[in-house]
């Protein structure tokens, strides 16, 4: 097999990328402290055509030479805003009747694998800092709580891993199609 050349790999210019359809889908960091674990999200949501980053709390935002490390001009085409509290970003959300999901291990969490995705609803995904997880407030507001299977002796993933995980599960249900 021969790897593609830049020519075939059918890349878009940021204008470009900003006007066409996106995955319904926003991704919500609460209080993510690694910058370039946000510049990892950053691009990861470029790759997957998601509508846009809300960077809440303690989050770093752009311009920045960490994040611009990682996400590679990623945050130049992915929408982006910020908000002092996550609690504020789910409140911008509900108004826009998004269905709230937590990517985080609770009790009644339903496994990424069984969680159905629906034609036609926004969806906002909240994922968390790097230790303490998704504040317990924050996920009290979610609408659900979606955790990823794990089989290992550390039962957590990098956030930046996690979030790309789930990004791909509704990517692949109700993302666009460059193909």
Known sequence: MEKKNIWELNRVGVEEFRAQEKTPLTLVLDNVRSLNNIGSMFRTADAFGIRRLLLCGICAVPPSPE????ALGAEESVEWLYFSTTAQALAWLRERNTT??????????VMLQDFEVEQGREYALVV???VDGVDQAVVDECDVCIEIPQCGTKHSMNVAVSAGVAMWHFFSRLGISNS
Not at 67 to 70: A, E, G, L, R
């Open 67 to 70: 994040i611009h490390k990682t």
């Open 100 to 109: 709230l999901c937590c990517l985080e291990q609770v009790k009644e969490s």
């Open 128 to 130: 968390g800092h790097e």
